[in-house]
């Protein structure tokens, strides 16, 4: 008998959010050697309201997780819109798959349900990033920031839709598609006002006004409008002064958010962009969640192709040798992200009117939309992630 004792493989993960860290969870599970990096210098709590919807939902019971995330919900009941009164015009359909869904958190408490649930022998590195990597042959060795030097079998970057290893790697097959508008995303003081339903208020200029309770005794709040102009680019303090120029006289809260960003140390400025790309592959680096596929707030299911990206990802290397297994990965995930990525033409004319007369029309389209007759088709809009294909099975 050998006393040969096989190896297990090893891989480095890149970010530690909800993609990074279900791949590590399931890469953890099925056998490997896990080593998570993340730039951040500690978990990054905070952030908006997430969902699990779809498949991702079968991917949260086997994670063992289910009763755990829904323990966690934000408490929002559902979704109005408003006048600048703040009455409401219109309710958005209700339901395990309507505008609020049954599983509803926010970002920071998935990803810690997650870090918090992780198989033993996971090892987190926090405050440190990917600077440069080499490939040779079966395996992949990283260089760090903090001048480390790892080897690994398999690098997943899990950075995001600005992922810089996706870029320094993949090059020009990173399709960039900017839709033009920026969002900006913060947590304020809770108000008496304040109720358990997601309030949405449009108002001249394309401008939107969006407050969401959550189980923190706070308010998340969304600024969002049309706009070339990329936010994201800009410093903090530059991005809320042009948001608080555009939001001059917007009316309805306007005021009260612009002023809860400034005293936030919860804010962050997005300029919507979609990222495509032909393969997230490449020898031995794959890319999951937002560095992939970036659907936008716009396009709705990130953080549920994130949570299933990392159980396909290693349900498919659980079976196949390396090549094949990311092939398999793409095959099967890609359906889900081409549903979702395919806006509808006009979507953004139409999610932000900016004249009072567009503003009376998408009034009148919601509230037929909304109606008892349509609701149940309007409810099909927030159907993502969904699929008749069982889940690839782990070996």
């Not at 890149?14 to 951040?40: F, K, N």
């Not at 060795?141 to 970057?157: E, F, H, I, M, P």
């Not at 900006?184 to 108000?191: A, L, M, S, W």
């Amino acid at each position: 008998m050998s006393d040969d004792v096989m190896t297990p493989p090893h891989a480095l993960v890149s970010g530690a959010s909800i993609a990074g860290l279900s791949a590590a969870y399931w890469l953890r599970r099925t056998g490997w050697e896990v080593t998570v990096i993340e730039r951040a210098p500690a978990f990054r709590d905070g952030g908006q309201n997430v969902d699990v919807r779809g498949v991702a939902r079968e991917v949260l019971k086997r994670m063992g997780l289910f009763d755990a995330v829904k323990a966690l919900n934000t408490t929002e009941t559902g979704a109005v819109f408003v006048d600048g009164r703040g009455t409401v015009t219109a309710e958005l359909p209700a339901g395990p798959e309507g505008a609020t869904a049954e599983l509803e958190i926010l970002r920071g408490d998935f990803a810690r349900a997650i870090l918090d649930h992780l198989p033993p022998g996971v090892e987190i590195v926090y405050g440190d990033m990917v600077t440069g990597t080499t490939e040779d042959g079966d395996s992949v060795t990283v260089t760090t920031a903090s001048g480390r030097v790892l080897r690994a079998d398999l690098l997943v970057v899990a950075e995001g839709v600005r992922s810089a290893t996706r870029d320094r790697i993949f090059g020009d097959l990173v399709d960039r598609r900017a839709l033009g508008v920026n969002m900006v995303f913060g947590t304020i003081p809770r108000t008496a006002g304040d109720d358990d339903r997601w309030r949405w208020y449009s108002t001249v200029g394309g401008r939107q006004v969006h407050l969401r309770p959550d189980n923190h005794g706070t308010t998340r709040a969304i600024l969002s409008y049309p706009r070339d102009e990329d936010l994201a680019s800009l410093d903090r303090d530059q991005a809320l002064a042009r948001v608080r120029a555009r939001y001059a006289g917007a009316g309805w809260e306007a005021a009260r958010v612009l002023d809860g960003f400034d005293a936030s140390e919860d804010v962050y400025v997005d300029h919507l962009t979609q990222i495509r790309m032909p393969t997230w592959h490449r020898g031995r680096v794959c890319l999951v969640g937002d560095a992939a596929w970036c659907v936008t707030p716009m396009g709705g299911g990130g953080a549920s192709l994130a949570l299933t990206s990392g159980y396909v990802l290693a349900a498919c290397l659980s079976s196949a040798d390396t090549e094949a297994a990311l092939t398999a990965y793409e095959r099967w995930m890609r359906p889900l992200v081409d549903s979702v990525q395919k806006l509808p033409p006009g979507v953004v004319r139409a999610a932000y009117p900016r004249t009072r007369l567009g503003l009376a029309l998408r009034t009148l389209v919601v509230k037929a939309l909304t109606s008892p007759l349509l609701a149940p088709l309007t409810a099909r809009f927030t159907q993502v992630a969904g699929t008749d294909r069982p889940l690839p099975p782990i070996a």
